[in-house]
């Protein structure tokens, strides 16, 4: 059976993006293929049924594979294999991974690996935002309990006009470079280098990024509808809300009152005193 492809295409700064799902990698939780011009990346994530135990982390690991076969060719040597990531793949992966991590619910411990594969390279179209879009959309896809999607853009600026996503060549002759990464509504992450611009510069890049960001987040949610995706809810069960109210209500100014005086004795009386509140304030509950 030949699998049903679904795909959708994003305008960033006047090229096309084509992100498409159905047709590789059928067991992982969510696919995508992301093309723009000449270059494509793979991206897959993986998400476990079940927490891992005995952890107080939420267990992510994002890496970005970068192969000589994407710009046609193989590496020689007695090995023919290829050596450890290199400096600029650390990078992108620490890239993807900073607007994502905060996107999760509080005490979510599923292991989720989201693994980023440049398959071809055409050494204009730079693959790091593309890889940041994939990323996001795949885990739209995976129906994991992310509180997504994120968009991302490069913004460069040559003769005072923005420009969206520019190419390796642009890059050269832009005063700016900056990537914004973030959700519909706010801003999660900035990584800037500039030549000599002012603060206002620096905050029209990231308004004009956040037009462009919207619409990413936009036609990441209408694809995962199209896809029939039902997300996961997730109930948090390290929530200790409850407790933290007890903790307030009885114990909040014995608190206080021990941190704030400076004889020793005295802190711990009232720590004690505080603890022995809580506890049968909690055994009364029970």
């Given at each position: 059976?030949?699998?049903?492809t ?18 590789y ?28 135990v005995?952890?107080?982390f939420?267990p992510l690991?994002?890496d970005?594979e970068?192969r000589?076969s994407a710009?046609?060719k193989?590496?020689g040597?007695?090995?023919?294999t290829?050596g ?29 690996q ?18 940041i ?6 885990l ?10 994120v968009g ?9 006009q923005f ?5 390796h060549?642009?890059d050269?002759?832009?005063?700016m ?39 990413q987040c936009?036609a990441?949610v209408?694809?995962?509808?199209l ?10 069960p ?11 209500e ?12 400076f ?11 505080a603890?022995?509140l ?9």
């Amino acid at each position: 059976m030949v699998p049903e492809t679904k795909s959708f295409q994003l305008e960033i700064g006047g090229k096309t993006v084509t992100i498409e799902t159905g047709k590789y990698a059928q067991s992982t939780n969510g696919s995508v293929t992301v093309r723009c011009g000449d270059t494509m990346l793979f991206v897959h994530c993986v998400v476990s049924k079940e927490p891992r135990v005995g952890i107080d982390f939420f267990p992510l690991l994002i890496d970005y594979e970068e192969r000589m076969s994407a710009i046609g060719k193989i590496p020689g040597g007695y090995t023919r294999t290829e050596g450890r990531s290199s400096e600029k793949a650390i990078l992108v992966s620490r890239l993807i991974d900073r607007p994502i991590r905060p996107l999760w619910p509080k005490g979510y411990r599923n292991d989720v690996q989201i693994v980023s594969q440049l398959f071809a390279y055409d050494q204009e179209e730079q693959p790091d935002i593309l890889s940041i879009i994939g990323a996001s959309t795949a885990l739209m896809l995976s129906g994991a309990p992310f509180e997504g999607p994120v968009g991302a853009v490069r913004v460069g600026r040559i003769d005072g006009q923005f420009i969206a996503n520019p190419t390796h060549s642009q890059d050269l002759k832009s005063d700016m470079n900056i990537v914004i990464a973030g959700t519909k509504e706010s801003v999660i992450m900035v990584e800037a280098g500039c030549k000599f611009v002012s603060e206002d510069d620096i905050m029209a890049a990231v308004e004009f990024a956040q037009v462009e960001i919207a619409k990413q987040c936009e036609a990441q949610v209408e694809f995962a509808k199209l896809c029939g995706v039902e997300k996961e809810e997730f109930v948090n069960p390290y929530d200790t809300t409850e407790l933290k109210n007890i903790i307030n209500e009885t114990a909040h100014d014995l608190i206080f009152d021990a941190y704030h005086n400076f004889d020793r004795a005295y802190r711990q009386e009232k720590l004690e005193e505080a603890k022995k509140l809580v506890k049968e304030k909690v055994d009364a509950l029970a």
